[in-house]
T-cell receptor, first 115, second 117 residues
Framework: EAQVTQNPRYLITVTGKKLTVTCSQNMNHEYMSWYRQDPGLGLRQIYY???????DKGDVPEGYKVSRKEKRNFPLILESPSPNQTSLYFC??????????????FGPGTRLTVL | AQKVTQAQTEISVVEKEDVTLDCVYE???????LFWYKQPPSGELVFLIR??????QNEISGRYSWNFQKSTSSFNFTITASQVVDSAVYFC??????????????FGTGTLLAVQP
């Protein structure tokens, strides 16, 4: 089954304790992206990657890191989480075909609480 | 500026009522895509529809219909005879320049629809 998986789905942690949220897709997609969803703000892009070893900042990258060492994986790293990073996080992936938009497939979401 | 506005934060209706969710977008691009997503209480994002900027035909899918009007930069979503299962947050989204070089997707702030039995 074609899918985007995220782990963990739920996480409660404390300020300053480094964490990684994993994202994996089995569709051989070139493009992967991370979004965060906050009440009243909708979804905002954190980072995206157009292919292996190619990553770039989205609209709200502060406090986050990503890496793209393999095509299928795109982990989101919070080196020193703070309470304002409490949010619902979504990973997405899609193909890249020239200049045309390609449907983004979303993972199930990771609900993170930073105390 | 590229922006999506969903002015209705919350809507509450009684089952079987019709309800329209508003979406207004801003972009200077002449080519773009518009989307609607549903987020049920379980939290996942469910893709509902994608509309090309050159296709202004309204679309109907069962109880769902979409009205795309470029003249008013709106892409409204109507649910006919609402049901409790329609209760969710609904997001409108824009992909300017057909995604452009970054495959960007810009979301509105969402409308929480509560359908009461």
């Amino acid at each position: 089954e074609a899918q985007v998986t995220q782990n963990p789905r739920y996480l409660i942690t404390v300020t300053g304790k480094k964490l990684t949220v994993t994202c994996s897709q089995n569709m051989n997609h070139e493009y992967m992206s991370w979004y965060r969803q906050d009440p009243g703000l909708g979804l905002r892009q954190i980072y995206y990657s157009m292919n292996v070893e190619v990553t770039d900042k989205g609209d709200v990258p502060e406090g986050y890191k990503v890496s793209r060492k393999e095509k299928r994986n795109f982990p989101l790293i919070l080196e020193s989480p703070s309470p304002n990073q409490t949010s619902l996080y979504f990973c997405a992936s899609s193909r890249i075909r020239g200049q045309y938009y390609n449907e983004q497939f979303f993972g199930p979401g990771t609900r993170l609480t930073v105390l | 500026a590229q922006k999506v506005t969903q002015a209705q934060t919350e809507i509450s209706v009684v089952e079987k009522e019709d309800v329209t969710l508003d979406c207004v977008y801003e972009t200077r691009d002449t080519t773009y895509y518009l989307f609607w997503y549903k987020q049920p209480p379980s939290g996942e994002l469910v893709f509902l529809i994608r509309r090309n900027s050159f296709d202004e035909q309204n679309e109907i899918s069962g109880r769902y219909s979409w009205n795309f009007q470029k003249s008013t930069s709106s892409f409204n979503f109507t649910i006919t005879a609402s049901q409790v299962v329609d209760s969710a947050v609904y997001f409108c989204a824009l992909s300017p320049n057909y995604g452009g070089a970054t495959n960007k997707l810009i979301f509105g702030t969402g409308t929480l629809l509560a359908v009461q039995p």
